[in-house]
């Protein structure tokens, strides 16, 4: 095995960094054994160095075990380790912050910020866009349905839709709500839950997650798109322990398509980097935003890349969110 296949080996595992790969190349060489990749798994955040490019994975095809019938997920293109660079780091410092250990029968409570687009018509027959805006506290239990969950929201100041005027609906009286249930569905289908007691034993290796994310394919649409919303899935109002969420960040940058972006901005206005991919029907760009020196998650935004599909500028934002804070309850408050 020459030294690139080392070092791509061991990026399925944990991206390790220069000094990893500089130790790695010196222990091949001299005869010793090189460290198990799963040692290397919070190694310091990876380095190109030299304008060497490293693959973060070699294309292969991975079957799921667990159907009935198992069928390949998609392969999975080399790209170098500067294309998804954002999510290496996230992965390397998964596990560098303090992390909640919620038990069973308590809450996981989410505050975040958020901006979504809305559309109508009035009874006159006048079609209507604008983005909403909200602030939002969600108290989901830690293990099973969200039907116990329960929710307060707040309106904030609408913003008009880009290139639309800010119609009359959006600018009645700010309200808010709650709390109340979260949703009024009995049962959640096992492929969809996110509950901390379900999301902590999902696989915590690279290939075990991308079968994963490459579970719930639907047929009619670019599985490639299915996967990088299904990461989302798991990152809003989701909470990961860290070795998941390592594992997340790893499978997500084999994920044909996903870019890095050197600057982004989610809905509380914090500053980040991104890891992004184009949904080319949809004519926008949908980012994951982390913060840039932590890598940290931040939160989400939708950016327009061609007016044509988006039917608003280039360069728009449609969506964004921002993940304020996250926290441990014994309760949730009474519904009103």
């Known amino acids: 095995m020459n030294d690139d296949r080392m070092i791509r080996a061991l990026l399925m595992e944990a991206p390790p960094s220069a000094e990893v790969i500089a130790e790695g190349r010196r222990r091949m060489y001299s005869g010793v054994a090189t460290p198990s990749p799963r040692r290397l798994r919070w190694g310091t955040a990876s380095v190109l160095a030299g304008g060497l490019v490293l693959a973060v994975t070699a294309g292969i095809v991975v079957v799921d075990t667990h159907q009935q019938n198992p069928r390949p997920v998609p392969t999975f293109a080399s790209q170098p380790v500067s294309a998804v660079e954002v999510l290496v780091r996230a992965s390397d410092n998964a596990g560098r912050f303090p992390e909640l250990h919620p038990k069973p029968g308590q ?7 958020s901006m979504n687009p809305v559309e109508g018509g009035t009874e006159g027959g ?22 116990d969950g329960v929710v307060v929201e707040e309106m904030l100041p609408s913003r008009p839709y880009p290139g639309w005027p800010l119609p009359a609906v959006a600018k009645g009286p700010l309200t808010k709500t709650g709390p109340e249930k979260l949703v009024d569905f009995d049962e959640t289908p096992e492929d969809a839950r996110t509950d901390y007691a379900h999301l902590s034993r999902l696989p915590t290796d690279t290939a075990g997650m991308r079968r994963y994310l490459f579970k719930p394919l639907d047929d009619t649409r670019n599985p490639y798109y299915d996967a990088w919303n299904q990461v989302i899935n798991l990152l809003r109002e989701a909470y990961l322990p860290a070795a998941q969420r390592a594992a997340l960040f790893r ?5 044909p398509g996903v870019t890095s972006i050197k600057e982004s901005t989610d809905a509380a206005g914090r500053k980040g980097v991104a890891a992004a991919m184009v949904f080319k029907e949809e004519g926008i760009r949908k980012e994951y935003i982390f913060d840039p020196k932590t890598y940290q998650f931040l939160g989400e935004r939708s950016v327009v890349v061609d007016a044509a599909k988006a039917k608003a500028p280039v360069g728009s934002v449609l969506t964004s969110t921002a993940q304020l804070k996250v926290s441990v309850a014994d309760i949730a408050p009474p519904l009103n």
């Open 107 to 113: 809450f996981l409570v989410y505050e975040s910020l």
């Open 126 to 147: 006048t079609y209507y866009r604008y983005l909403a805006r909200s602030k939002r506290t969600v108290w989901l239990p830690v293990s099973g349905s969200p039907v």
């Open 251 to 255: 499978a997500a940058a084999t994920i």
